[in-house]
């Protein structure tokens, strides 16, 4: 079992985001996992990450609040505990466009090879 506390999950820096602050909650410097690793994004108010493409499967979970994602398919809302799954290549981006800050739980698979 690995116990990683909130207080204690360690900051990273996520390319392309803009008044984001992100942890890492399991995998990578947060401790072992073998398939994915979790994190959580707060979003301020005009919070974004800039357009990309998923570099692995990808589920996106709104904890608190309200965001905005953008994909090749259209514009969608997401509020508290509505989620988002992303294929590997898929293209996005994400905008807070409210007055309050949004928490959003990312899970993301490690890319083919082993990373555990």
């Excluded at 505990?81 to 698979?109: F, M």
Aim: net charge negative; proline share 5%; charged share 20%.
């Amino acid at each position: 079992m690995n116990v990683t506390r909130a207080s204690d999950a360690p900051a990273y820096a996520a390319p392309a985001h803009h008044r984001v602050s992100t942890a890492r909650l399991q995998g990578l410097e947060a401790g072992p996992t073998e398939r994915f690793w979790v994190g959580v994004s707060l979003y301020q108010p005009g919070g974004k990450a800039e357009q990309a493409t998923a570099p692995a499967e990808t589920v996106y979970v709104v904890l608190d609040g309200e965001l905005v994602i953008c994909t090749d398919e259209g514009e969608t809302v997401l509020g508290r505990l509505d989620s988002v799954h992303l294929a590997k290549g898929e293209t996005r981006s994400i905008v807070n466009c409210s007055e309050e800050a949004a928490l959003l739980l990312v899970t993301i698979a490690y890319p083919d090879e082993d990373q555990s």
